[in-house]
């Protein structure tokens, strides 16, 4: 499913870069300019520039504690006597001698960076206008002490035009939400510009007509899959050039392994974008989403869905009940916990084959400590028991025996209520091998509220589910 609410949402929250910080940028930036200006630094400066993803709209929050990075390019005349060095290492020299700017600057090979702690860096960029060359526009590598063409807003011209292929803010949505899953996942490597040039020249005038990219989630799914599909027709890497600037290239910082890397990448992420896509139940199309776009997306929907399971037990409660989830099954029964959903969009999938033939039930012990620990007694469906305790799960037949070693035992372990939701990541609801002997699995009683496990019986020689057990309600007080 688009889930076009979710995507809102997700973008809204934690993709984009917030309207406040944006402002912070452009009033530090203002100030940096008039600093520039009024500074010892002798060329005649002709404008400023907003350049990269600042200029491009397709900014994004970092994640964690990171720091966002900003371009700024300061287009300049040639300086009498001056090399190319000259033009970042005396543009350092202010910054430097500045009791502002002191412990906050230092340089890169093109610029003069400026970091505000714990919030962006900005990389100043001198940028020579008209030295007697055919194009006239050049960054300064001071290493190198040499002269590089640049177009930057030639570039910017170049990716408006290919933005206005797609309707309203789609095409850089889109690329905010491929840069937010290389920064998430950290799995593969390219440069903005560089992912932004190769999205870009996947679409054409066609798709306006067309209308082949109405929204940011359908554009994701089009251009990831003919991304995948250019590469693939490119087993060894291609050059990918500056369409405003051809001379300049924009895999000079990649090499074969990274571009392979990227390569597989990119075919697994379409693979799950398309897969998440395609899917026509929302509560698994969000665990998929969830899949490329990690633990963040929909996660205010999860947590709202664990708050309201309370309220969905209390319709089956036979007497007024202050309090959460815990206080109701104390005060109505454990019956009321059968009305808790078993589709929740934490919960997976049995990616099994289902041919159940064997009664398969769950044991539950209770212990004060998984090593060493006492054993406090047996533990019921649905019985109450102490945060705390570590609980010792057995798969067994209806006999009460353990089942051979034929078959393997898989738990799926669901949390809910408010507590697990606040950490999203606890919500579970995946499937998790038997670890503590032959069909048996510790859990430990963590976050307050109705929880449940499951016992899937695999036969192991054709990998079919041949038994499954019934919810096993674990209440944590």
């Known amino acids: 499913m688009q889930l076009s609410d979710e995507f809102a949402r997700f973008l809204a929250d934690d993709v984009n870069l917030n309207k406040t910080r944006i402002g912070t940028l452009e009033t530090r930036v203002e100030t940096i300019e008039r600093f520039i200006e009024s500074s010892t630094w002798t060329p005649k400066i002709r404008e400023f520039s907003r350049q990269g993803s600042w200029a491009h709209k397709t900014i994004i929050k970092p994640p964690g504690n990171r720091g966002f990075d900003a371009d700024l390019l300061v287009m300049v005349e040639p300086e009498p006597g001056w090399s190319a060095a000259d033009y970042v290492e005396k543009l350092y020299e202010p910054f430097r001698a500045s009791g502002t700017y002191r412990e906050m600057v230092s340089r890169k090979t093109r610029c003069v960076v400026v970091t505000y702690a714990g919030d962006f860096s900005l990389d100043v960029v001198p940028c020579v206008v008209g030295r007697q060359t055919y194009f006239g526009k050049e960054i300064c590598n001071r290493y190198e002490d040499a002269y590089e063409g640049t177009d930057g807003k030639g570039y910017a011209e170049w990716w408006d035009g290919r933005c206005r292929y797609a309707s309203d803010d789609s095409l850089r949505e889109a690329v905010r939400l491929l840069k937010y899953l290389r920064d998430i996942k950290g799995t593969f490597s390219a440069k903005s510009v560089l992912l932004t040039t190769m999205v870009g020249e996947r679409v054409n005038a066609f798709d306006s007509v067309l209308g082949t990219l109405p929204d ?52 697994t992420y379409r693979s799950w974008i398309d897969d998440a896509f395609d899917e026509p139940d929302r509560n698994e199309s969000i665990r998929k989403w969830r899949r490329v776009f990690g633990e963040a997306f929909a996660a205010q929907t999860l947590m709202e869905e664990a708050r309201a399971i309370r309220g969905t037990m209390a319709t089956r409660a036979a007497v007024p009940v202050v309090g959460d989830a815990v206080a109701l099954v104390r005060a109505a029964g454990r019956e009321v916990l059968s009305r808790i959903p078993a589709t929740l969009p934490w919960v997976k999938k049995i990616p099994w084959h289902m041919a159940p033939t064997l009664t398969v039930n769950v044991r539950a012990d209770v212990y004060n400590a998984r090593v060493g620990g006492r054993r406090l007694g047996p533990l019921q469906s649905g019985e109450i028991v102490s945060k705390g305790r570590e609980l010792l799960l057995s798969a067994v037949n209806n006999l009460g025996n353990p089942f051979p070693t034929d078959y393997d035992v898989r738990w799926r372990v669901v949390n809910t209520d408010e507590e697990a939701a606040r950490q999203v990541s606890n919500l579970r609801g995946g499937f998790y091998k038997s670890e503590a002997g032959h069909g048996q699995r510790w859990e430990a009683t963590l976050y307050r509220g109705p929880h449940w496990v499951e016992a899937l019986l695999i036969r192991r020689r054709d990998k079919v589910c041949v038994g499954r057990s019934e919810r096993f309600f674990v209440v944590v007080e």
């Open 216 to 267: 940011a989630v359908t554009t994701l799914k089009v251009v990831v899959g003919r991304l995948d599909d250019h590469l693939k027709q490119n087993p060894t890497m291609p050059d990918v050039r500056n369409p405003a600037w051809p001379e300049e290239s924009f895999t000079r910082h990649w090499d074969a392994d990274k571009y392979a890397n990227f390569r597989a990448k990119i075919a």
